[in-house]
């Protein structure tokens, strides 16, 4: 234990605390209403949202897990890159369409716009469940990121009381979150990713001249990949560029189908945020890259993390002094709350929605919406916190989250393709979901959750991410099902938005 | 009411660029021109991601006029 490391990490924890029942009170609105409590009355303007929907993206998971991938695998880990600028461009066509059709008709979720759209119940409830579903993992996942900085802070005890650190933090979380809703995280995130920003900028100009600069970072990061068991290295081999291809897009188009994700578009305050957003948001993206070259920065100090999500508490511990190491240590933690928050919030609203409204209790009032997915918030993180606990392996959450990467991308048919066409029959879509769910799952669990599948198809062997697999398997379900249910005289159903709810206002 | 779409919104060809730019990995597979001892397969996607942010404010100010920004 290092004490002035401990004491910088408490006292930036103690501010975000403050910060976070603050929110409450911040731009005041009333909130047992819930695009107040869940959407911070979407009215954030375009610093907020950027920071918001930034500290949503770029989660603590995102800061542990890209340099250790990095650490493990070398070159092909960098299809974050790609990943996280094409991105961008999808989102700047389709998300001000979507925030000013939720704008016009009310929706929280996209499981809102499939009910309506489609006039389909199972087709929303297909949405809301793999959302819920995507989500779990993704929330567990921040817990680990906390975990893992907590050890390297030294406060892995052992007996009954090492868990309790990690307990306090999140009830800290959950208290204010129930409070405040999406303003709670979307105060705290300026000042975790001004933590962020700092460690990582300080870190890129101090390592690289430590380490005797970038060319050697390079240099013995080759030799030593190349040396490893499994030899990887610095440049991808031919045999990777398929897959480097379909994870970076696959991934692209799946980020934005997370319900976490939606909720902080759609908490901004007009299309126009959202557009200069995507403009701003790839800084974040740049910051993902320098922070990914921590994965050779690491090689090239000679660290043997045990487990790859230990990489870069162990870098900053090893190469800054304790007070900076307890700073790098509290962006990291606080990094994982905000993401975590608003996962929490962003669930809470499609099973309040779309599961109790639409199944439970219909007549529900709208004060009852809003305390219902506040208790809702509640039980998510509880559930998130007794599954990290409980299992007490990475693995499973790792998994779990390599499957969720392939259920979320099921839903981009439905969704991206309804806000442009109905050309799709809604059985289709469910039917195609349904194979593309069954191929996200079946292939992971037979080739040992690896993220790339080999499939042979005749003489040559297929090397793609999983989840594009499946995508590709769900398209062709439901292009081929849409005219067999239309020959067939299977009702499409009415759709209930007008051709006037897409248009912007002037 | 103003339609987005008609003849400004052919400007949102140019945002298929970067997919194909960046996805296009043997195009950048290579440890050679190095900048500043950093291999070629790594600056040139840095600098892809900015290229992409710039392509992206091409668009919107094209096509949007800013938004009245």
Redesign the interface.
């Known amino acids: 234990m290092s004490w002035p490391a401990i004491a910088v990490f408490l006292a930036l924890f103690a501010l975000v605390s403050v910060l976070g029942f603050l929110g409450a009170y911040w731009k005041r609105g009333n909130l047992e209403l819930l695009h107040e409590w869940a959407l911070g009355g979407r009215q954030f303007g375009s610093l907020i949202a950027w920071f918001l929907i930034g500290g949503d993206l770029y989660t603590a998971y995102t800061f542990v897990a890209v340099p250790g991938l990095v650490y493990g695998t070398g070159a092909l880990a960098f299809y974050a890159l790609p990943y996280t600028a094409i991105a961008f461009p999808l989102v700047f066509v389709f998300a001000p369409r979507f925030w000013t059709l939720a704008r016009n008709r009310g929706y929280i979720t996209y499981a809102d716009f499939a009910r309506e759209r489609y006039d389909s119940r199972s087709l929303s409830l297909a949405v809301a469940i793999t959302g819920i579903l995507a989500t779990m993992p993704y929330i567990a996942l921040q817990l680990i990121g906390i975990q893992v900085v907590l050890k390297a802070l030294g406060f892995a005890g052992s007996g009954p009381w090492q868990d309790l650190p990690i307990i306090i933090a999140f009830v800290i979380l959950a208290a204010y979150t129930y409070r405040g809703g999406l303003r709670a995280p979307a105060l705290v995130a300026f000042v975790k990713d001004t933590l962020i920003y700092l460690t990582v900028i300080v870190a890129a100009i101090v390592l690289p001249a430590k380490l005797g600069g970038w060319g050697h970072v390079f240099s013995a990061a080759q030799s030593a990949l190349a040396a490893r068991p499994t030899p990887s290295g610095i440049l991808l081999t031919p045999v990777q560029y398929s897959a480097f291809i379909t994870l970076a897009l696959g991934s692209a188009l799946a980020i934005f189908m997370y319900p976490h994700n939606i909720t902080g578009v759609l908490s901004a305050k007009s299309p126009a945020v959202i557009r200069r957003n995507t403009i701003a948001l790839p800084i974040y993206s740049l910051l993902l890259a320098v922070l990914a070259t921590f994965g050779y920065m690491a090689i090239a100090a000679g660290l043997k993390p045990a487990s790859s999500n230990e990489t870069v508490p162990q870098l900053l511990a090893a190469m800054f002094p304790p007070w900076f190491f307890g700073f790098g240590s509290a962006a990291i933690v606080i990094g994982a709350l905000v993401p975590a928050a608003i996962m929490s919030i962003a669930a809470a609203n499609l099973f309040t929605r779309n599961i109790y409204r639409e199944y439970i209790n219909p007549s529900c009032s709208a004060q009852r919406e809003s305390t219902n997915a506040k208790l809702a918030s509640l039980v998510i993180k509880l559930g998130a916190l007794v599954f990290v606990l409980g299992l007490r392996n990475i693995e499973y959450a790792i998994n779990f989250q390599l499957l969720a990467g392939g259920w979320i991308l099921q839903t981009f048919p439905t969704l991206i393709f309804g806000l442009y066409t109905r050309w799709f029959h809604r059985r289709a879509l469910l039917a195609g979901w349904l194979v593309g769910m069954a191929v996200a799952t079946y292939m992971p669990a037979t080739n040992g959750f690896h993220p790339v599948y080999a499939l042979a198809l005749g003489s040559s062997v297929l090397h793609w991410y999983v989840a594009f697999f499946a995508l590709v398997a769900n398209l062709i379900v439901a292009t081929l099902l849409t005219p067999v249910f239309d020959a067939i005289k299977v009702a499409r159903g009415a759709d209930k938005t007008q051709p006037a709810d897409y248009l912007e206002a002037a | 009411?103003?339609?987005?779409g008609t003849r400004r919104s052919g400007w949102?060809w140019l945002?298929?660029v970067?997919?194909v730019v960046?996805?296009w990995?043997?195009s950048f597979?290579?440890?050679t021109p190095?900048l500043?001892?950093?291999?070629f397969?790594?600056w040139y996607?840095?600098v892809?991601?900015?290229l992409?942010?710039v392509?992206?404010?091409i668009?919107?100010r094209l096509a949007?006029g800013g938004?009245?920004?």
């Open positions: 009411m103003r339609r987005r949102y945002l298929l970067p997919y960046m996805l990995a043997p597979n290579s440890m190095a500043g001892g950093i291999p397969f790594y996607q840095f892809w991601i900015a992409t942010a392509i992206i404010w668009v919107y949007h938004d009245g920004a």
